[in-house]
Nanobody, 128 residues
Framework: QVQLVESGGGLVQPGDSLRLSCAVSGGIQSSYTVAWFRQAPGQEREFVGV??????????YYGDSVKGRFSLSRDNAKGTVDLQMNSLNPEDTAVYYC???????????????????WGQGTQVIVSS
């Protein structure tokens, strides 16, 4: 079982930036697709973004609500996937989770069920 640990959450003001990191135990294998999801209080978990596996080309996709403000990057040497979040607003307040899956097909990248391993989450609060 892959272990995932998220870090970097906190309390920020609207308009601020924050960078989250997801550390993948054993490193990011070429078959791993790594995604970020978030869940606000009382809401369903929402897809934020994904870096597809190197074996599938490694392309990056984002959810509509964060496109243009958030960006993903992968550091294979460190075994981490970072989520850079800019222009944060109160609607971005949520617990952010990273997830890993193998053999994730393109049509499933935004679906929770495609991922077999999840981190414990890190809280992001955007408030003035």
């Amino acid at each position: 079982q892959v272990q995932l640990v998220e870090s970097g959450g906190g309390l920020v003001q609207p308009g601020d930036s924050l960078r989250l990191s997801c550390a993948v135990s054993g490193g990011i294998q070429s078959s791993y697709t790594v995604a970020w999801f978030r869940q606000a209080p009382g809401q369903e978990r929402e897809f934020v973004g994904v870096i597809r596996s190197r074996s599938s080309g490694g392309r990056i996709y984002y959810g509509d609500s964060v496109k243009g403000r958030f960006s993903l990057s992968r550091d294979n040497a460190k075994g981490t996937v970072d989520l850079q979040m800019n222009s944060l607003n109160p609607e971005d307040t949520a617990v952010y989770y990273c997830a890993v899956g193998s053999g994730v097909i393109l049509s499933s990248v935004a679906q929770e069920r495609a991922y077999s391993s999840w981190g414990q989450g890190t809280q992001v609060i955007v408030s003035s």
